[in-house]
């Protein structure tokens, strides 16, 4: 594990809650260079909500002119990755030949299945002027019986996610079914991931998961008598009839489903086992994965062996 995800990775606060509330996890924030980044999973009290093993707040950062996103290429097994913006564009690159720039609202579905390398980048035309990233990167566990799957590619333009007034709060489903409608995004098991857009003092009703958690990326809400404030996620109990309020203005990221079953983080790599994750640093140290077309002059090497 590289010293960055060190840091990054838990120094969480964990806050006991009351009823369904379980728990409340404050992320570290860290700055990277003008680019702030807040992880919430994986953390000492808790490595998974459902079959999400990994999620990270990015920004929102402001970048000028000839500064922003530069991730060179490297590689991920076993998982899914699900990027989501809220401001700003990607460039997205992998070795299957996908080339395809990610936008607010879009989603972009990376599956890693036996193994992916995949750049994050940003076209020139965005590069060149003054900018703002702002979004949610979070890793989906495969289950066992798609773990080494053939590596895939989906991208779901805005309009295809669905969107909905949940008591008059702004919804969408983003992956999983939840009040009623179903996303169009591939899952693999049980998965529920919703965004929601609360004006001050509106309520809802969460929608319920074998496992499942709430992150507040702007403002503040309330469930029951406890606050879950910005940059902050909440662990909820699978109790029915939970609701929560905004206290202010906010805007929220609800994920959960079912748990897939134990995994093990080494770098960029998730597995089940660690003869597997022993196999994949082998196979990057050992130049193994493919290239990713248009981006093969560079690579992130394996911490320490650079």
């Known amino acids: 594990m590289s010293t960055l995800e060190k840091n990054l990775e838990q120094e969480c606060r964990l806050e ?24 919430c999973l994986p953390n000492t009290g808790y490595k998974t909500v459902g079959p999400w093993v990994f999620f990270d707040h990015m920004g929102p950062a402001e970048f000028p002119a000839g500064e922003g996103i530069n991730v060179r290429p490297h590689p991920h097994i076993n998982i899914a990755t699900v990027t989501y913006l809220f401001d700003g564009e990607i460039l997205h690159r992998d070795s299957l030949g996908s080339e395809q720039a990610i936008r607010p609202g879009d989603i972009n579905l990376m599956v890693a299945g036996s193994g992916i390398v995949h750049s994050e980048r940003e076209r020139p035309a965005v590069r060149d002027s003054a900018h703002r990233l702002h979004g949610l990167q979070l890793w989906l566990a495969l289950p066992d019986q798609y773990a080494e799957m053939d590596p895939e590619f989906h991208h779901y333009p805005s309009d295809a996610i669905p969107s909905l007034m949940v008591d008059g709060v702004a919804t969408r489903v983003i992956m999983g079914t939840a009040f009623g409608v179903t996303s169009p995004v591939k899952t693999f098991a049980e998965t529920l991931y919703v965004e929601m857009h609360l004006q001050p003092g509106q309520s809802v009703e969460l929608p ?27 662990i909820f109990a699978a109790d029915e009839g939970v609701v929560i309020t905004a206290s202010e203005e906010s805007r929220i990221a609800v994920i959960g489903g079912e748990n897939v079953g134990p995994r093990r983080i080494v770098w960029n790599f998730v597995a089940a086992t660690e003869a597997r994750l022993a196999s994949a640093i082998s196979d990057w140290k050992s130049g193994r994965f493919p290239k990713v077309p248009g981006d093969s002059a560079e690579f992130i090497p394996f911490p320490g062996s650079d």
């Open 16 to 39: 006991q809650g009351c009823g369904a509330l379980k728990t409340v996890i404050h992320p570290k924030e860290k700055n990277l260079g003008g680019f702030s980044v807040r992880r």
């Open 208 to 234: 319920m998961a074998a496992e499942r958690a709430v992150y507040v990326a702007s403002g503040a809400i309330q469930a029951r008598d406890m606050e879950i404030p910005t940059h902050s996620m909440g």
